[in-house]
């Protein structure tokens, strides 16, 4: 057991020490989160043999690492919601009791950080000093975790300043659960290799984590979906405010108007690129302040007003390119971390989908060579020689399909600065939010924009969202169709059913029910019978975003159907839509369709919907200590909704 070092704030103290006796380091050190010490830890990882180090005068301050087989996403099927009681989980997370729970986890963290240096990262979520920001210590033996915590949050001793005061924190411990005996080397990306030795556990009423088994991403960067999601929305309903897996983005008009919209889209559906996307629309500006998690509370006037509580973007590599992202591109240009991507020979990274040639040959995300394919510049096999038709009968992609990058927010060319740090006319109020989006992958049904016609109505919306499967969870149904209410479904804190509630009740409880934002429901995926997109995307969602600035600034009508108001296909902008490849041109074939209610579609979407509320139902008929008839399930209110929308399909 290594000395515990000393601490102001009593709690910091009495954590540490406590991990420190359980998990046994050979060293503790308590992160600063200086550049210097950032640098230092990743040159110690190289040194290691578990950093590249990629050419510094193409991307100074960059790094890739490769993850373990085992461990390339989040596993939803090791996430536990530990409440004292089962119906406060609800229907949709891993119950498990939290003392059984501990008890457990006790016995794997046992020793388990034998032969390492156990981190002590102090971080906020949100600029620090903001009265929405929270914060944390993460006890970690991982020192990936740390500079990847280094870049998603704010770290080190101005965090500790302000927990020196008696600042509360949310207490979080990570090991990857891989000790090391006297003399045994270390390996590259040390994990516990058994999924069910995994353990991402969350207790929501004593808010603290614990995280044992996985170094990647969300499993392990606890501010991120452990506190900025499932312990914040708990907080968050206990307080009175909100704790969504939304982007948040400043659109600002020819006629230099500001909006400030968020939206809610499932992993690996488009947030980041929504977030920092290039208008097409002349004169139309569109600036970040985050891709994933937005945190939203009233303001005396009414208005929800929302921050970032992150730092940086965990963003999705496959995929990005200079099309579809140009701006996250830039964004990792310096001080970026990526993961499972591949290493070209000039010492630079690569991977599927970036829009640019793939090297002659490079190094794939399992360390194994991978060769550029002989009639496809763009793709990359196991050997040399294939063709694309051979690699995709394989199943192989040179770079992870969840392969990631971890960039700085100040990277990127469009922050809206003012913004990221949670000012909105100087005051740190966070920016007031005019509209709320909510949206998933949906080849069929789901129209291009549809207006909620009250808040009620757009929670209903949120709660019917649905999604196909992304490679960004381990699971068996990669894309089917789930519902991913709110796009939160892996991230609810407690119980779905009075997550709904939750949403309900910031209308009844609103000082100016007027003033909450518009809420929308978005698919830029709607394919045709025979797999082509009908509409073109990313700069393109400019044109619905305006819509939607116009409907706010009650500009245009709108076609109230049953679903929700419909644009006018003459009221979406075709302004610069001249693009020579059709794939990026607006398809005026298309448009009406897509501005459409498929009655037929819809009817089986709103079986499935009610099909959905049913299963959430059954939870708390089945827990004898709900005796309330209509408590712990979805709320009358959205099955009113539901029953009002079957109808009006019916007429
Ligand atoms: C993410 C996710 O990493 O949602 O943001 O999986
Ligand atoms: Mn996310």
């Known amino acids: ?40 830890i990743c040159e110690m990882m190289v040194k290691k043999g578990q950093f590249i180090k990629l050419d510094q005068k193409k991307r100074p301050g960059c790094y890739l690492a490769r993850s373990h087989e085992s461990d390339v996403a989040r596993v939803e099927g090791r996430t536990f919601i530990c409440s004292k009681n089962e119906i406060d989980a609800g229907p949709t997370n891993h119950w498990r009791d939290p003392v059984a729970m501990k008890k457990e986890m006790l016995r794997k963290y046992k020793g388990c950080m034998a032969g390492r240096t156990m981190y002590v990262i102090p971080f906020a979520m949100g600029p620090i000093g903001n009265p929405i920001t929270q914060y944390g210590i993460e006890v970690t033996d991982s020192p990936y975790v740390v500079v990847n915590m280094n870049i998603m949050t704010r770290t080190g001793d101005a965090v500790m300043k302000h927990l020196d005061k008696g600042g509360d924190f949310v207490p979080c411990i990570h090991s990857v659960g891989a000790p090391l005996k006297k003399g045994q080397k270390d390996v590259a990306w040390p994990c516990a290799k058994k999924i069910d030795d995994k353990y991402i556990t969350q207790f929501p009423e004593d808010g603290e984590i614990w995280s044992f088994g996985s170094g990647y991403g969300g499993n392990a960067l606890l501010g991120k979906k452990c506190f900025a999601l499932r312990i914040a929305s708990k907080l968050a309903k206990d307080q009175g405010w909100m704790a969504e897996h939304m982007l948040i983005l400043t659109l600002t008009s020819p006629e230099k108007k500001q909006y400030h919209v968020t939206a809610a889209f499932p992993s690996a559906c488009g947030k980041t690129n929504l977030a920092m996307m290039l208008p097409k629309l002349p004169g139309w500006k569109l600036e970040t302040i985050g891709d994933d998690i937005a945190w939203l509370k009233p303001g005396a006037d009414g208005r929800l007003y929302a921050i970032n509580p992150e730092n940086g973007f965990f963003g999705v590599a496959p995929g ?90 100040v990277n990127c060319p469009v922050l809206d600065k003012a913004g990221f740090n949670g000012k909105f006319n100087g005051k740190p109020t966070g920016v007031p939010i005019d509209a709320i989006l909510f949206g998933g992958r949906r080849p069929s049904t789901i129209p291009l924009v549809n207006e909620a016609k009250s808040w009620t109505h757009g929670v209903f919306m949120g709660s019917a969202a649905g999604s196909e499967v992304t490679a960004a969870v381990i699971s068996d149904q990669i894309g089917q169709v789930r519902r991913d209410p709110m796009a939160m479904l892996p991230f609810f804190g407690y119980n779905v059913c009075d997550y709904f509630q939750h949403w309900l009740e910031m209308e009844r409880t609103s000082v100016d029910p007027t003033k909450l934002p518009k809420i929308y429901f978005v698919n830029w995926f709607r394919k045709t019978a025979a797999g082509e997109f009908m509409w073109p995307g990313f700069g393109d969602n400019s044109r619905v975003l305006k819509w939607i600035c116009d409907r706010i600034d009650g500009k245009v009508e709108a076609n109230a159907t049953a679903i929700g108001n419909l644009p006018y296909a003459k009221d979406i902008s075709l302004e610069n839509n001249d693009s020579e490849d059709p794939n990026f041109r607006v398809n005026e074939k298309f448009l009406q369709e897509l501005v459409t209610v498929d009655v037929e579609g819809w009817k089986k979407e709103i ?29 009358a209110a959205l099955r009113g909704i539901l029953a009002q929308v079957t109808a009006e399909l019916g007429k």
């Not at 515990?4 to 009495?14: D, E, G, L, S, Y």
């Not at 390119?321 to 499972?340: D, E, G, H, M, V």
């Not at 509320?613 to 008839?629: F, G, I, L, Q």
Request: charged share 30%.
């Open 1 to 40: 057991m290594a000395k515990t070092p000393k601490f102001k704030n009593t709690k910091v103290q009495a954590w540490v020490d406590q991990w420190n006796k359980i998990c046994t380091p050979e060293k503790i050190v308590v992160v600063t989160g200086t550049k210097e010490e950032h640098t230092a």
């Open 320 to 409: 990005t390119s200079q099309f579809s992202n140009p701006n996250a591109l830039l964004s990792c240009r310096k001080n970026t971390i990526f993961t499972n991507v591949v290493l070209t020979p000039d010492g630079d990274i690569w991977w599927e989908d970036m829009g640019i040639d793939a090297p002659e040959e490079g190094v794939d995300w399992k360390g194994n060579p991978c060769y550029r394919c002989v009639d496809d510049k763009r793709r990359m096999g196991p050997k040399p020689g294939m063709t694309k038709k051979e690699v995709k009968e394989l199943g192989y992609v040179a770079a992870h399909k969840n392969s990631r990058f971890t960039a700085p927010a």
């Open 607 to 635: 079986a499935t919907i009610g099909a959905s509320y049913d299963e959430y139902d059954k939870k708390a008929s089945k827990d004898t200590t709900v005796v309330n008839p209509a408590a712990r399930r979805v709320p």
